[in-house]
């Protein structure tokens, strides 16, 4: 595949584009941007300063990435957005870079992010993450591997969503989605169950989710305080990798936010 820089196209000329690259009409190259190998940059796309695109990428018209936090403590410093490998970016995303708090925005590789959807400064993105049509993401929100939020979303700063969790379409997201839950709700954010399905088309056995259900069984629905239900999940469940990133995700918390519950009415 040949390089093609279409000639409306504005190009930085410290721009670094690498082999096989197709810019499409009208789009915006800073400087300070490097774009890998086979990646293609449709129509009117602008990205900015400080973006750093792997391989294999497709970024659709109109997507704004790399541009300066929403912020008001940023100070102009100097920030980066990372995208990983064959990540497709839709139309209108907007992915906003870093400021000092951690220097970058990063999002993963294998990502489907689609239209309309924002990324707000120092978000981290997994890989093989499905997000859909104008999910709203706050600042400093952490998204784990294999991860799918619905559209329409709005995730509040500062919250993290585990690996192959999911969370439901016009959700507020306001509290920590832990590993291979279902999480939604409008009114009150809440825990849903198991991500059954996710983890059965993932390839996980039924033995791997009854472990994982009897860890949130004991989590939830034993009326234990929180510390003391890891205590005991730690004691007597089976010690695989699943319980493993469940356990790592509840430990490695902060105070910014709380983790969802059942709901109770």
Do not use: W
Not at 210 to 215: C, P
């Amino acid at each position: 595949m040949e390089t093609s820089l279409h000639p409306t196209a504005v190009i930085g000329p410290k721009a670094h584009i690498g082999k096989g690259v197709t810019i499409g009409p009208y789009a915006v190259i800073e400087d300070d941007v490097v774009i890998g190998d086979n990646t293609e940059i449709g129509p009117h796309v602008q990205i900015a300063d400080g973006a750093r695109l792997g391989k294999e990428c497709r970024v659709f018209a109109g997507a704004v990435l790399s541009t300066i936090p929403q912020d008001l403590k940023f100070e102009g410093e100097k920030t980066y957005l990372h995208v990983g490998d064959r990540t497709v970016i839709r139309e209108y995303v907007t992915l906003n870079r870093g400021t000092k708090a951690s220097g970058q925005t990063v999002i993963g590789s294998d990502n489907l992010i689609m239209a309309y959807v924002h990324a707000g400064h120092d978000c981290i993105i997994g890989d093989h993450v499905i997000i859909a049509n104008s999910v709203q993401f706050g600042g400093h929100c952490e998204v784990d591997d294999y991860a799918v939020v619905g559209g329409l979303a709005g995730v509040h700063q500062f919250v993290r969503i585990g690996k192959y969790a999911m969370v439901g379409g016009v959700a507020k997201a306001t509290l920590d989605v832990p590993p291979y839950v279902m999480a939604g709700g409008n009114e009150t954010f809440r825990f849903e169950g198991l991500n059954s399905i996710g983890l059965k088309r993932r390839g996980f056995s039924s033995d791997t989710i009854n472990v994982v259900r009897e860890v949130y069984r004991i989590i939830f629905q034993s009326g234990l305080l929180l510390a003391n239900a890891l205590e005991k999940v730690e004691k007597e469940c089976e010690r695989t990798a699943e319980v493993d990133e469940i356990l790592r995700f509840f430990n490695s918390g902060s105070a910014k936010r709380k983790y969802i519950r059942p709901y109770k009415s």
